[in-house]
C-alpha cells in the first residue's frame, strides 16, 4: 500500500509542478507514515520544486523523539527529497514553554497550552506564505477515530473543526503533548486529500465514521459527502 500511495502522490505532485510551477505536500506524523516516507523519497519528483510541511505538529522541540518534524527530516528529507524545501511550524527560537524546566507546582500541559496561541499564529503565518491552497495533503486515523490532530473530546477540538484560521492548539486527552494542527478548512480546501489506514480495528472506527459527522469521530468530518472527494487506503 505504501508503494501504491507513493506512486500515486508523485504523479499528483508532478501534475502541480507541471501546471503551477511547484507543488505543496503536507504530510501528517506519528508512526504510521514511516513506510510511505521511505517509499515516497524514491519516486521521481522535481524535489528541488516541492514545498514540504506539516499537517500537525506536537508542542516540542525538534530534538524532541516525539516531534514530527524530526520524523520528516529522518524519513522523507533523505536523498533525492533532500531538495524539497520544508516549512516546520515550530523552529528556533524556542518558546519558554517549550524548553525551560518547570516550577514543581507548575502544570506543563497548562504551560504549554498557554503558549498555544502564539505558536499557531506563528504557524499560521507560515502556511499562509506557501500560498491558500496546499496540492497534496496526507492524513491518516487513529483507533479513537482522530486525524490530523483533531482528538475527540478534547480541548481545542471545536476550534479545529469549525475555525477559518489555518493553524490551531489542541489538547488530546489520551495522548501526550499539546498539538497544532491544521484546521478542517484548510484540510478540505486542499486540492488532493488522502486517509490511509490498516488493520481491522481501523477498517471498523472508519466504517462507523462514515455513517454521520460526529465529534466522537472525528475523522467523519473528513469523510463527510460534503468534505468532497478524498482517497482512501486501506490494508486490511
Known amino acids: 500500500m505504501a508503494l501504491a500511495q507513493a506512486q500515486c502522490i508523485a504523479g499528483q505532485l508532478q501534475a502541480a509542478i507541471a501546471q503551477r510551477g511547484q507543488a505543496t505536500l503536507a504530510v501528517s506524523g506519528g508512526r504510521s ?14 524535489w528541488a520544486r516541492v ?7 506536537r508542542c ?19 536523498g533525492a527529497a533532500a531538495q524539497a524545501r520544508f516549512t516546520a511550524w515550530l523552529d528556533p527560537p524556542w518558546p519558554v514553554a517549550l524548553t525551560e524546566q518547570p516550577a ?3 502544570d506543563p500541559v497548562a504551560t504549554a497550552l ?3 496561541p502564539a505558536l499557531a499564529e506563528r504557524a499560521s503565518q507560515r502556511l499562509r506564505a506557501l500560498g491558500d491552497v496546499l496540492d497534496v495533503l496526507l492524513l491518516g486515523m487513529g483507533d479513537d477515530g482522530h486525524t490530523a490532530s483533531w482528538f475527540p473530546d478534547s480541548p481545542g477540538l471545536p476550534e479545529a473543526l469549525h475555525g477559518t484560521q489555518p493553524v490551531v492548539c489542541t489538547q ?7 498539538r497544532l494542527t491544521l484546521t478542517r478548512a484548510w484540510v478540505l480546501a486542499a486540492r488532493q486529500r488522502h486517509l490511509a489506514l490498516a488493520g481491522a480495528a481501523k477498517l471498523a472506527v472508519y466504517q462507523r ?3 454521520a459527522p460526529s465529534p466522537a469521530w472525528p475523522v467523519s468530518f473528513v469523510l463527510e459527502r460534503a468534505a468532497g472527494p478524498i482517497d482512501i487506503w486501506i490494508a486490511p
Open 172 to 178: 488530546p486527552r489520551t495522548a501526550a503533548h499539546p
Open 209 to 211: 465514521a462514515l455513517e
Open 33 to 46: 507514515p514511516i513506510a510511505l516516507f521511505e517509499q515516497l523519497r524514491l519516486q521521481d519528483v522535481d
Open 104 to 106: 514543581d507546582d507548575a
Open 60 to 78: 516540542v522541540p525538534e530534538q524532541h523523539p516525539d516531534s514530527n518534524a524530526l520524523l520528516v527530516r529522518t524519513h522523507l528529507l533523505q
Open 51 to 57: 514545498q514540504l510541511t506539516l499537517v500537525d505538529e
Open 114 to 116: 498557554r503558549a498555544g
